[in-house]
């Protein structure tokens, strides 16, 4: 699924950089397209230069070129995705004309389509293909004699967009794509685990610094999306504040989990977990059908009590799984050692590689 605000691709790649710009920490992989094989060379977790305030553009290009000294690629092509509370994402009705003019009249008359006025915005769309009945991802086509197509939209403010452009390219990069953050999952996952993801009515949530990404899916299409303004950080901070102990040691012992942190943590994870199982209500509702599986990614996905708490709330299994399952792996001998442990936040990075190839 590609939703490119910026796509500057003249052919597919064979190496990319993708960047998933995080509110506390940067994700990156560097991959390589090889046959049918995508295979992953390097990858780097690297502290945010700042946490509470939007980087400058100046900021942000010396923060790629730390990024991409971590890889050390032979390309110089990024694809950056734009955080969940950055960009949105909205199914939407549209006339059978050119994705370009699709654009123009979202530019125009967002407040019609999308029930919002975003002035000032740039849009990309994406088909939602028509899919058979059966139990694979083939028979995809799109309705013809349908006056209108369905598809599937992404924004973002275009200077945001503009910015981002201008920081790859002070960094001595070339910008190939930008990205919604909320796809990387649905892309890492249809990679990772493509017999689930085109059979089965299932959740994907991504817990991320700031907020939380739900998407819905049911044989392979995306029914509902929703951005949740609770995150990891929020997690942190309350259990700093219920045990007296500071911000860096509750993150330390967050994941760790002493049985006295796990009697503070939980009260903090309700709130979460009550906003998630409002979503999966509502698709359960809307779609008559029952939500199987629970997929959670991010680092919050390492911990077997946060796990264990959402799965009580959300009264369906939750399990972490990992973006990197399918891929080859090439990685320096440290890398390769750490990769199950550091996986799980790379997700958003790997989907939006999966778009430049």
Excluded at 234 to 251: C, K, V
Aim: aromatic share 6%; hydrophobic share 40%.
């Amino acid at each position: 699924m590609g939703l490119p605000f910026l796509n500057g691709q003249s052919k597919k790649r064979d190496q990319i950089i993708a960047i998933d710009l995080g509110g506390r920490s940067t994700k990156a992989v560097y991959l390589q397209r090889r046959g049918d094989a995508n295979t992953l060379l390097r990858y780097a977790v690297i502290d945010a230069p700042i946490y509470d305030k939007t980087l400058s553009v100046d900021l942000l290009a010396e923060h790629l070129k730390a990024v991409y000294q971590a890889l050390e690629p032979k390309t110089k092509y990024v694809s950056l995705s734009i955080g969940i509370l950055d960009s949105l994402v909205r199914h939407t009705d549209l006339p059978q004309i050119p994705i370009e003019d699709m654009r123009q009249i979202l530019k125009n008359n967002s407040k019609n389509y999308l029930q919002q006025d975003l002035q000032g915005y740039t849009f990309d769309c994406y088909f939602v293909p028509t899919r058979s009945s059966g139990a694979s991802g083939e028979g995809i086509k799109i309705n013809a004699t349908a006056q209108k197509l369905k598809v599937l939209v992404g924004g973002a403010k275009k200077q945001f967009a503009d910015d981002l452009q201008a920081a790859v390219r002070q960094a001595g990069l070339i910008p190939d794509q930008v990205v919604p953050g909320i796809v990387g999952p649905i892309n890492a996952f249809e990679l990772a685990m493509p017999d689930v993801f085109n059979s089965s009515a299932l959740a994907l949530v991504d817990i991320g610094f700031k907020a939380s990404s739900i998407c819905l899916i049911q044989k392979g299409e995306l029914i509902v999306s929703r951005v949740v303004n609770i995150g990891g950080d929020r997690l942190t901070q309350g259990l700093a504040e219920s045990m007296g102990i500071s911000y860096a040691e509750a993150e330390g012992i967050k994941v760790g989990m002493p049985a006295e942190v796990q009697t503070s943590l939980e009260p903090l994870l309700t709130p979460l977990g009550r906003e998630l199982r409002a979503s999966i209500d509502f698709f359960e509702h809307q779609q008559d059908k029952t939500i199987s599986q629970i997929y959670i990614s991010g680092g919050s996905a390492r911990s077997e009590f946060i796990m264990k708490s959402l799965e009580a709330e959300l009264m369906a299994p939750c399990k972490p799984w990992n973006p990197a399952a399918t891929l080859q792996l090439a990685l320096p001998p440290a890398q390769a050692a750490e990769i199950e442990h550091v996986a799980s936040q790379l997700t958003v990075a790997v989907g939006t590689a999966t778009t430049s190839f």
